[in-house]
């Protein structure tokens, strides 16, 4: 095994060593450096699990997707060096069956999912991602798409803002943030991210930051993942990924918060099922699942794991494998 390289962004990815065991028996089934497997990694970010997995198996080919044109172009500088072993696609992931077919191949042997913002998109000021930074309130990952944070604050009504901050944000005060919106709004239409933050600070009593953490943590959460449509990307992205994985292939999946963890969960308990009616004897044929859990609940980051990289406090780790080549266990 090859020393790990950190590349030239030192981006330094989540849980790495323990993403690789967790694939590595679906990329090695031909050939023990990965000659002939491929692996889709469909948040390629700063390239930094792709490099981890490239530097270690040899004949790795990796498909790397990501709907961020800054991600690309970083990830494509760090993983030059690899050449034409490994691709870059301008997708959403749950655009994985048509980038798969792109490139030819009937199914993949690995899939990698590592959701979420990015430390770079975090880092950059104008990309409006960070409470801690008064920057443009912006927040697409896709610079392309049209819908900006500030559209969410200066547009929708009470009843869909509040909707957002407590369906996304699991705020508390999800309704009395939306009025004080509304009402600042009414005087000038929002545009950075400062005022944003002061008006939660007036808006959220003190005495429950103790325990909710930084008051503008799950409102930036929840415009986030309206501005991208996140969840509903997540939803397709796991069918999606199910079905383009060969038979003994792989598909991994890191959540940073329980609405991404119950997604993920859900969707695996639906493709293990056994979908034979309960009560009878034996199962009926044809309803025996195609798949199986590989990791026992969500694993976790262990203490050394989160002292070396607080990222991975909150990371939870989900794998499955593909046994069959069909079955009725994905609804
Ligand atoms: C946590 S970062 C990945 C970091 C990467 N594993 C590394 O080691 O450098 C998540 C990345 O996924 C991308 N992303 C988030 N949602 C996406 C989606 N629906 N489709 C494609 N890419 C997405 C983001 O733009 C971001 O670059």
Same mark, same amino acid.
């Given at each position: #095994?090859? =020393? ?10 989540? #849980? =790495?060593?323990? #993403? ?26 700063? +390239? +930094? ?7 270690? /198996? ?20 760090? /993983?030059?060096?690899f050449g034409d072993r490994v691709e870059f696609h301008h997708h ?8 798969? @077919?792109?490139? +030819? ?12 913002? *990015?430390? #770079? ?20 990952? &896709? ?17 869909? /803002? ?59 959460q929840a415009l986030r993942i309206e501005v991208n449509?996140?969840?509903? *990307? ?51 044929? +044809? ?5 199986? /859990? ?7 980051? &262990?203490?050394?794991?989160?002292? @070396? &990289? ?22």
């Amino acid at each position: #095994m090859n =020393a790990p390289q950190q590349g030239e962004h030192g981006h330094v990815p989540v #849980m =790495a060593d323990r #993403m690789f065991a967790l694939l590595e028996p679906a990329l090695t089934r031909l050939a023990a450096d990965g000659s002939g497997a491929v692996l889709v990694d469909g948040t390629l970010g700063a +390239g +930094g699990h792709t490099e981890y997995f490239l530097d270690r /198996l040899a004949g790795l080919h990796v498909v790397g997707i990501d709907r961020d044109t800054s991600a690309i172009e970083i990830a494509s500088s760090r /993983l030059a060096r690899f050449g034409d072993r490994v691709e870059f696609h301008h997708h959403r992931y749950d655009e994985i069956a048509d980038v798969v @077919a792109t490139t +030819g191949r009937p199914s993949v042997d690995g899939v990698l999912l590592d959701l979420g913002v *990015s430390s #770079m998109q975090l880092d950059r000021a104008d990309r409006g991602f960070a409470y801690s930074i008064d920057a443009p309130l912006d927040m697409r990952m &896709n610079p392309d798409d049209e819908l900006t944070a500030a559209d969410v604050l200066n547009t929708y009504d009470h009843g869909a /803002l509040a909707r957002v901050l407590s369906e996304y944000g699991e705020e508390r005060f999800a309704g009395k943030i939306a009025s004080a919106v509304l009402r600042e709004r009414s005087k000038e239409p929002f545009t950075t991210s400062g005022r944003l933050v002061e008006l939660l600070y007036a808006t959220i009593p003190a005495a429950t930051r103790r325990s909710g953490g930084h008051p503008a943590k799950r409102t930036f959460q929840a415009l986030r993942i309206e501005v991208n449509h996140e969840l509903d *990307s997540l939803r397709g992205v796991i069918p999606a990924s199910l079905d383009v994985l060969a038979v003994g292939g792989r598909l991994a999946v890191m959540s940073y918060q329980s609405l991404e963890d119950r997604i993920v969960k859900r969707d695996f308990a639906a493709a293990v099922a056994n979908t034979t009616p309960a009560g009878l004897p034996v199962d009926l044929p +044809g309803t025996a699942p195609a798949f199986t /859990l590989i990791t026992r609940g969500a694993e976790q980051a &262990n203490a050394a794991e989160r002292e @070396a &990289n607080p990222r991975s406090a909150p990371v939870r780790i989900r794998a499955i494998e593909r046994i069959a080549a069909d079955g009725k266990g994905r609804q």
